[in-house]
């Protein structure tokens, strides 16, 4: 078992890494920037220190300081939380090329699905069914060319990359050549790479992902699907699981999927594979994220499988204790994202002090959180508060569950999504579980 781990992260996911690492009587050193010297993943560490200025360039994306920080102070293992540098396969080789485990996956693997158009053509040849597009990175008399194949609407997105960012739909010719070089631009500027290919735009699709763990002896199993539909600008909001309204056949076909795609890779540690579902019920692959996913909670709730605690396993070279029929699933688990943001204001960022803040408590009720009362929400980094998860013997159990939960999260300074997540667990739609990617702007108009 690694004996130090550095996470290379902040918020809420520094704090639940640190917390599964003391569980495992690990020692834990944590980074901060200038901006987060009193945060409180500081506090939970039994060391800290600072690596740079509040810009995330200058210092959770400095790779080469967070690592020298691990070197001078005897640490083993890093973890890169998710988001920063968790897909960053040069930071997966630093690492390995001092003698620190990653607790992730391989630099090759990193490599090789990082490239969306690559994961799609290595998905293809294990015959998991694809979304028509491209095979390689498209320019515009291409995207054309395959436009026309395939048929409008389509979807540019980058190669590199996720949070939806680049992600831009055309309708016509005439949108193609202004949506590729937004996209390309916007590639360039996130991802450093502006290479961009292009996908047939599903209409209406629900977004299902499927939690994979490999480890280095060559077992990869499944932890069952997540839905993941009910988002906004690609990025995830709400999320539960099991997925509902599904037959046991097709959901048994995606896990079998998933775990196809990890072993073509080699995968070891923690990933889900991504697929779409149409409204006709076909699915395909769509991309595998090669991290742990800010909605394992919910994986967590109704497995009791820790996930982050079998990452740090992996790393340290254990085999999974489990096999694929010991893995049960019972209840069902809902996550809402308590971002700092204002619905009602295209989900701008609202940044500030957290004047009050009252966390919800309860039995089958989780909250994992990065702030305090006081503490200030900075518009240097992502928004997000803290995650609110409740487990029901039922899913209707687990609606209501969250419905009291979220009255009971107060929070003063500082606009958040609570408001509206009431308003969906109210929902009639929701709670027949009618849902896809276009449930806030269709029953919301958000």
Known sequence: MLRKVLVANRGEIACRVLKACKALGISTVAIFSEADRESLHTDLADE??????????????????????????????????????????????????????????????????????????????????????????????EAIDIAKKIGFPVMLKPVMGGGGIGMLSAYNETEIQEKLQQSMTLAGASFNDPTVYIEKLIDKPRHIEVQILGDHQGTIIHLFERECSIQRRHQKLIEETPLQQID????????????????????????????????????????????????????????????????????????????????????????????????????????????????????NVRVDIGYLEGDEIKFYYDPLIGKLITWGETRTEAIERMKEALKEFQIEGVKTTIPLFIKIMNNEHFQKSEVDTQFLSRDFGL
């Open 248 to 363: 046991s056949d097709l959901r048994s076909q995606m896990c079998h999927e998933a775990i196809l795609v990890a072993q073509a890779c080699r995968y070891t540690n923690a990933g889900t594979v991504e697929f779409l579902l149409t409204p006709e019920g076909d699915h395909a692959f769509m991309e595998m994220n090669t991290r742990l996913q800010v909605e394992h909670p919910v994986t967590e709730m109704t497995t009791g499988v820790d996930i982050v605690q079998l990452q740090i396993g992996i790393a340290s070279g254990e085999e999974i204790p489990y096999t694929q029929a010991g893995i049960k699933q019972k209840g069902h688990a809902i996550e809402c994202r308590i971002y700092a943001e204002d619905p009602e204001m295209d989900f701008f960022p609202s940044f500030g002090r957290l004047n009050k803040l009252v966390v919800p408590r309860g039995k």
């Open 48 to 141: 800290a220190f600072c690596v740079g200025p509040a810009k995330a360039s200058e210092s959770y994306l400095n790779l080469e300081k967070i690592i020298q920080i691990a070197l001078d102070h005897g640490v083993d293992g890093i973890h890169p939380g998710y988001g920063f540098l968790t897909e960053n396969a040069k930071f997966a080789q630093e690492c390995e090329g001092v003698g620190i485990k990653f607790i992730g996956p391989s630099s090759r693997a990193l490599l090789t699905m990082g490239n969306k158009a690559n994961a799609r053509q290595l998905a293809k040849s294990m015959g998991v069914p694809t979304i028509p597009g491209s095979e390689t990175s498209v320019g515009y008399e």
